[in-house]
C-alpha cells in the first residue's frame, strides 16, 4: 500500500522554486528540549551534534563507548539523518566519563551535565530549523514572505511528512504484515512453543513493536487531516478540540457556541492517533472519522491488536511554524528559519515553499 499524499495549502500561491540544498549543513535541526539539566542527579547528559547520523546509531555508539547498554541510553525524540541535528542524550552515572569517549568526526559532545531523571521520548518542546534553498529563480524572496505569510496565519496542516512512512513507503507495507503477524500469533493455541508464539523477541522487534503501529495511526490520521479540510464547515458537532496552552481535549456539544473560541485561537482542531485511549468523536465528526478508518481496510481484530501496541492520542490538525523568518543568501538561494512543535515536520514547510512532490528525495 501506498500511503497517502496530501494535498498543498498553498496550491494558490505561486512557489518560490528550488530545493532543498544537498549539503548535511543545508538542513539543520536543534532540539528544544522540556528542560535543562539542573547539574546534579545520577544520569550523565550531554548535548550532542551529529552529522549524517541517524538517533538510533548514535544511542548505539554513545553506549558502546560508555560502556553502558544501549536501553540505558535515553533521548527525548528522533532525528533527520541527512543533517546537522543537535539533541540532548541521557545515560547513567556509571557511565564511562565523557571526556574518554571516541565517538569519530560524525559526532560531537558539545556540552554535558547532569540530571536527576533519564530522557524519555516526549521530553522536548519542538525543534528549530535552518534549511538553504537551492536553485530559487528571481523573485524567489518575495515569493517567499508570501507563502511565510500564509503559514503564520492560519498555519498549515500538520501531516505525518514521508520520512515516517520510510523509503518509497515501505514502513507502511511493514506495519500492516506487522499488524497481520501480531494477530496471527495471538491467535496461535495457549500449548504453542515459545519461539512460535514471540516471546523471545530481540531489541529489533521490541523498536518495531512500538515504531510499526504508529505508521499505521500516521497513515490514517494523514487521511482524515485531508478529508476534514475538505469540508467547508470550520467547526463540526462533535469534533474534539484541545485546550490552547493545554493536553487537554473534550468533544464539541454546540459547533456555534464553541465557534468563537476556535476562531481567536482558544481551542484547536485535533485528529485522531487511534488507540483505545483516544478520546472519541461524536455526532457528525465521529461518522467522518469511522468512515476513514473503514475505508483504511483494517477489521476489528487489527485494530484491537493496533490498540495493545498503540494506545492513542489526539493531534492538532494544524500548525504555525513560530519565528519564521526568510533572508536570501545569494542570489539563487534561501535560508528558511522557524520552529516547530514536537511531531511536526520541517519538511511539510519545506514542500509549501517548493511545491515540491511530498516524497521527493532529501
Given at each position: 500500500m501506498q500511503p497517502f499524499q496530501p494535498p498543498l495549502s498553498t496550491a494558490s500561491l505561486p512557489p518560490v522554486g528550488g530545493s532543498l540544498g544537498p549539503l548535511p549543513a543545508h538542513f539543520v535541526v536543534e532540539e528544544i528540549p522540556a528542560y535543562l539539566p539542573s547539574g546534579e542527579g545520577d544520569h550523565v547528559y550531554v548535548f550532542v551534534q551529529k552529522t549524517l547520523q541517524n538517533t538510533v546509531d548514535v544511542a548505539r555508539r554513545i553506549a558502546q563507548v560508555a560502556g553502558v547498554q544501549q536501553r540505558d541510553v535515553g533521548y527525548a525524540g528522533l532525528k533527520d539523518r541527512k543533517a546537522v541535528t543537535r539533541q540532548w542524550f541521557s545515560l547513567p552515572l556509571r557511565s564511562k566519563p565523557v571526556a574518554e569517549w571516541e565517538l569519530g568526526p560524525d559526532i560531537v559532545v558539545l556540552e554535558s551535565s547532569r540530571h536527576k531523571n533519564k530522557l524519555r521520548t516526549g521530553h522536548l518542546n519542538g525543534n528549530r530549523f535552518i534549511l538553504t534553498l537551492e536553485g530559487v529563480t528571481a523573485g524567489g524572496l518575495e515569493r517567499a514572505e508570501a507563502?511565510?505569510?500564509?503559514?503564520?496565519?492560519?498555519?498549515?496542516?500538520?501531516?505525518?511528512?514521508?520520512?515516517?512512512?520510510?523509503?518509497?513507503?515501505?514502513n507502511l507495507d511493514a506495519g500492516l504484515a506487522w499488524?497481520?503477524?501480531?494477530?496471527?500469533?495471538?491467535?496461535?493455541?495457549?500449548?504453542?512453543?515459545?519461539?512460535?508464539?514471540?516471546?523471545?523477541?530481540?531489541?529489533?522487534?521490541?523498536?518495531?513493536?512500538?515504531?510499526?503501529?504508529?505508521?499505521?495511526?500516521?497513515?490514517?490520521?494523514?487521511?482524515?487531516?485531508?478529508?476534514?479540510l475538505a469540508r467547508p464547515e470550520p467547526l463540526l458537532p462533535g469534533e474534539v478540540v484541545r485546550l490552547d496552552g493545554s493536553s487537554r481535549c473534550f468533544v464539541v456539544e454546540n459547533a456555534e457556541k464553541e465557534l468563537p473560541r476556535l476562531e481567536s485561537g482558544d481551542i484547536h482542531l485535533t485528529g485522531p492517533m487511534i488507540g483505545p485511549k483516544t478520546v472519541q468523536a461524536e455526532a457528525l465528526a465521529g461518522e467522518l472519522e469511522a468512515l476513514i478508518v473503514r475505508d483504511f481496510g483494517l477489521e476489528e481484530g487489527s485494530l484491537e491488536q493496533l490498540g495493545k501496541n498503540a494506545p492513542g492520542a489526539r493531534r492538532d490538525l494544524f500548525l504555525k511554524p513560530t519565528d519564521l523568518v526568510v533572508r536570501s543568501l545569494t542570489e539563487d538561494s534561501l535560508e528558511l528559519t522557524f520552529g516547530l512543535p514536537a511531531g511536526s515536520y520541517a519538511t511539510q514547510v519545506l514542500r509549501e515553499m517548493t511545491h515540491g512532490e511530498w516524497h521527493e528525495p532529501r
Open positions: 507563502i511565510a505569510a500564509r503559514l503564520r496565519d492560519p498555519g498549515i496542516p500538520n501531516y505525518f511528512g514521508p520520512q515516517r512512512f520510510g523509503r518509497g513507503g515501505s499488524l497481520q503477524s501480531m494477530q496471527n500469533r495471538a491467535e496461535l493455541p495457549e500449548g504453542e512453543t515459545g519461539a512460535r508464539r514471540g516471546d523471545r523477541r530481540g531489541p529489533r522487534s521490541r523498536f518495531d513493536d512500538k515504531m510499526l503501529p504508529s505508521v499505521v495511526q500516521s497513515e490514517i490520521f494523514n487521511r482524515y487531516v485531508a478529508a476534514r
